[in-house]
């Protein structure tokens, strides 16, 4: 029988800068948990022991800084289960998420230490504290108050059982979705079943079967496999089963559904809500929103809406009608709408993903973008091959400034794996903070899921990927040019609706000559993307926006449905979201397919009541990204304001404040219509 390791041999309990992946063994974890979260209560047993009168400095402060080991360990361990993960490493997972969230009760509802807090927050207009300081002592007071520090002591208890229900939920909620994804595979044998379809995909679906001692070709539902079948294979019959088998995840009534996991979730939130004070979840979260309330959200899509709609339906019959021309299809149905939208977009602008993909080699776009950063930022990236990293196909680099002073290390994880969820996302292993006079510079890292090379053929991204990978390295910069006092307002700790305007202004790079001349050139013969193809994209970039636009507005109303109201009576997951999008669906109804029971975003991430986040960000960057226009897209004294007052500033201010300081106004919604093509609508 294996000896529980001991803190002297457990990697995770010695101090480390760089996260010591390849010493990590699955038992290191929950030992390391257990005996960080001591560490972390011994810290804040100090605060409260502390016989001085409370300080900002010996209360707020010391607050912020401690628990630094058990943020190191819960960042190496839930970045590994999202990104390598395996039933043993969800099980721990689900043995650790709820002691995490008592020991965050713990903190939340100790009356001294909330004593302590209140009486620096209660003197805060007669402290001579920094805008910096001043954010962290309300955010920390918030922490308290939002969280049931002033509850009475049985609520305090309920409070206590629903967040660590709520933290098993959440969990199970996104094993259910991996293993859905991962159990499902289409196994062809009849080469005709491939017709419309790509050599790569083709390629990339033979590789796949004969790893899995397999004939013929295999088709699963990660993104790289599912959407160029949906987007190019001619069998409909084979693209309805897909189709149906992508959104039918979770939703089966079997061991794997979701439902019931959703109709928990969305309960507890409001319990939680009503136990705090506020009429639903979504009441509790936006008041820390720049919406900062549901009528507002609600009232923004509905504008949105209105502008969209009828774009929307007019493209929608649009790509009807080009259907029935071309393949007498009476019914336009979800399976068919991005494989006719293809096919009418290579019509209208002669432009096909499969002739832009040579010109975007993985290696060259990575390229590419780091340039971007370097002629906006002046930054450099060195790749180096000392990182400890969790999988082989981990990329990692050194960022260095203009001055050559180190900035971060950038770790890039590209490829679909069977223990990664799907998606992009960014993330850290280490947060910049300043302490004792050291600026601590963070760890960041994208993990994305792009098309993998083949035995042919290197990593080749379709164009929509190369804007994934511009948005998640907007997130890193964000992340990696950190320049804040405290952990918990560096980087991207901010408002939710204002994180994603680093990430959305970045993609508009892809679109611009200026930027594709950097690293859009041919992985064969080195030609440079045509022009021609440039200003293709371009016309292209606003096409079916309104169909994509209300589809982005469906997500944010059903998420604003769940959470914006008394859920109590909801028995029916299916026939609450079928009203939910009532108004925004252009489809027929599908009634196997349900999208709640793998909305992993609300369900599972920090998108709950959040999702308008994205609409409203692209508010804040077709604003922003105006303003580069104007001045010239590699304009230093832009880029510098941006850096200055959105990228490195992190949660230190209203990021209304901070917008306005960069563009000198608050932001305009024009701005999107008019990019999107809406304004004449």
Not at 315 to 329: S, T
Request: glycine fraction near 4%; include cysteine; aromatic fraction near 12%.
């Amino acid at each position: 029988m294996s000896q529980t390791p001991s803190k002297q041999n457990n990697p995770l309990l010695s101090p480390f800068d760089q996260a010591p992946f390849s010493e990590i063994k699955n038992e290191h974890f929950k030992p390391a948990f257990l005996s960080a979260i001591e560490e972390a209560r011994t810290e804040i047993d100090a605060i409260i022991a502390n016989t001085e009168v409370p300080t900002f400095e010996n209360t707020i402060a010391a607050l912020d800084y401690s628990g630094y080991q058990l943020d190191r360990v819960s960042s190496v361990f839930f970045n590994i289960n999202s990104a390598e993960t395996n039933e043993e490493i969800q099980k721990i997972a689900q043995e650790v998420s709820p002691l995490l969230s008592e020991f965050g009760n713990d903190i939340t509802l100790n009356e001294d230490l909330f004593n302590r807090v209140k009486a620096v927050y209660d003197q805060r207009d007669d402290l001579d504290l920094t805008v910096e300081e001043f954010t962290l002592l309300d955010k920390r007071y918030k922490s308290f108050s939002r969280n049931g520090a002033n509850l009475p002591e049985t609520q305090k208890k309920r409070l206590r059982e629903i967040d660590t229900e709520l933290a098993k939920l959440k969990l199970k909620f996104g094993e259910n979705i991996l293993a859905e994804t991962n159990k499902y595979q289409m196994h062809l044998t009849d080469e005709s079943d491939l017709t419309g379809l790509p050599d790569g995909t083709k390629e990339a679906a033979a590789q796949l079967a004969k790893s899995k001692e397999k004939s013929g070709w295999i088709i699963t539902l990660d993104y790289p496999s599912y959407i160029p079948f949906m987007k190019y294979a001619k069998s409909r019959k084979l693209r309805k089963e897909l189709s149906l088998a992508f959104g039918s995840k979770a939703f089966k009534n079997d061991e794997l559904d979701n439902q019931q996991n959703v109709i928990q979730i969305v309960n507890l939130r409001h319990e939680r809500a009503n136990l705090l004070g506020y009429k639903t979840h979504a009441h509790f979260v936006l008041e820390e929103r720049m919406a900062e309330t549901p009528e507002k959200v609600i009232s923004f899509l509905e504008e949105l809406l209105e502008k969209a709609k009828p774009a929307a339906e007019r493209e929608f019959k649009e790509v009807e009608q080009f259907a029935k021309e071309l393949d007498g299809i009476d019914r336009l149905e979800k399976w068919d709408g991005s494989y006719y939208s293809e096919k009418l977009k290579q019509q209208l602008f002669d432009l096909d993903d499969e002739k832009l993909k040579p010109y975007f080699k993985l290696e060259n776009v990575i390229s590419g973008v780091f340039k971007v950063a370097e002629k906006l930022f002046g930054l450099s990236f060195k790749e180096v091959f000392n990182v400890d990293k969790y999988h082989e196909e981990v990329k990692t680099f050194e960022v260095y400034d203009e001055n050559k002073n180190f900035i971060s290390l950038f770790y890039a994880d590209f490829h679909p794996r069977s223990g990664k969820r799907g998606g992009a996302w960014m993330t850290s292993f280490k947060s910049q903070f300043r302490q004792n006079g050291e600026d601590s510079r963070p760890h960041i890292s994208n993990v994305c899921n792009f098309t993998p090379s083949t035995e042919t053929k290197p990593s080749l991204l379709t164009f929509n990927e190369v804007t994934t990978l511009f948005h998640e390295f907007g997130h890193g910069l964000h992340g990696m040019l950190a320049n804040t006092t405290y952990p918990s307002l560096s980087g991207t700790s901010v408002y939710w609706d204002f994180v994603e305007l680093p990430s959305q202004i970045l993609e508009n790079w892809c679109y611009e000559k200026e930027a594709l001349e950097l690293f859009a050139t041919h992985y064969e013969t080195g030609e440079l993307i045509p022009m021609e193809l440039v200003q293709k994209i371009k016309a292209s970039a606003s096409f079916q926006e309104g169909m994509a636009t209300l589809r982005q507005i469906s997500f944010g109303k059903l998420d604003m449905a769940w959470h914006s109201q008394t859920p109590s009576d909801i028995t029916n997951v299916k026939a609450f979201e079928t009203k939910a999008f009532h108004g925004t669906q252009l489809y027929p109804e599908t009634p196997e397919t349900c999208m709640s029971t793998a909305f992993a975003h609300i369900f599972q991430g920090g998108y709950s009541s959040g999702y308008y986040s994205y609409k409203w960000a692209e508010v804040l960057d077709a604003d922003a990204f105006a303003f580069f226009k104007e001045k010239g897209i590699f304009n230093k004294e832009v880029a510098n304001k941006f850096k200055t007052h959105v990228l490195s500033k992190g949660g230190t201010e209203n990021p209304m404040v901070l917008y306005k300081r960069f563009r000198g106004s608050e932001p305009k919604i024009e701005a999107l219509l008019e990019r999107a093509g809406l304004l004449s609508v």
